[in-house]
């Protein structure tokens, strides 16, 4: 059985950091594609980063320069570290996985098979 669990979520003021984290188990994490995608109140799941399994990257327009995602293989986890946070990147954040190899970013939510419960994230201004 695939778990993934969040993990740093919280409230801070704007322009600090946070780092999220997400352990997974139960799947070939090294296989894995991870990804960070957000749910704002009254708004859709929308895409924040992914990383392949190859390490390769990649972000939605509105957070690059400012977050940055990693993972570790033999931890099993992967992490989104967030700078200069804005009251807008308010949101739950779900850690996801999907099995694949391709080279393609995997941007879409139904794309990944498997989600975590989520962690608030709260940015006052």
């Known amino acids: 059985q695939v778990q993934l669990v969040e993990s740093g979520g919280g409230l801070v003021q704007a322009g600090d950091s946070l780092r999220l984290s997400c352990a997974a188990s139960?799947?070939?994490?090294?296989?894995?594609?991870m990804g960070w995608f957000r749910q704002a109140p009254g708004k859709e799941r929308e895409f924040v980063a992914t990383?392949?399994?190859?390490?390769?990257?990649y972000y939605t327009d509105s957070v690059k320069g400012r977050f940055t995602i990693s993972r570790d293989n033999a931890k099993n986890t992967v992490n989104l570290q967030m700078n200069s946070l804005k009251p807008e990147d308010t949101a739950v954040y779900y850690c996801?996985?999907?099995?694949?190899?391709?080279?393609?970013?995997?941007?879409?939510?139904?794309?990944?098979?498997?989600w975590g419960q989520g962690t608030q994230v709260t940015v006052s201004s």
């Open positions: 990383i392949a399994r190859s390490s390769t990257t």
């Open positions: 996801a996985a999907r099995i694949y190899s391709g080279r393609t970013p995997s941007t879409h939510s139904y794309q990944y098979a498997y």
């Open positions: 139960g799947v070939t994490f090294s296989s894995a594609t």
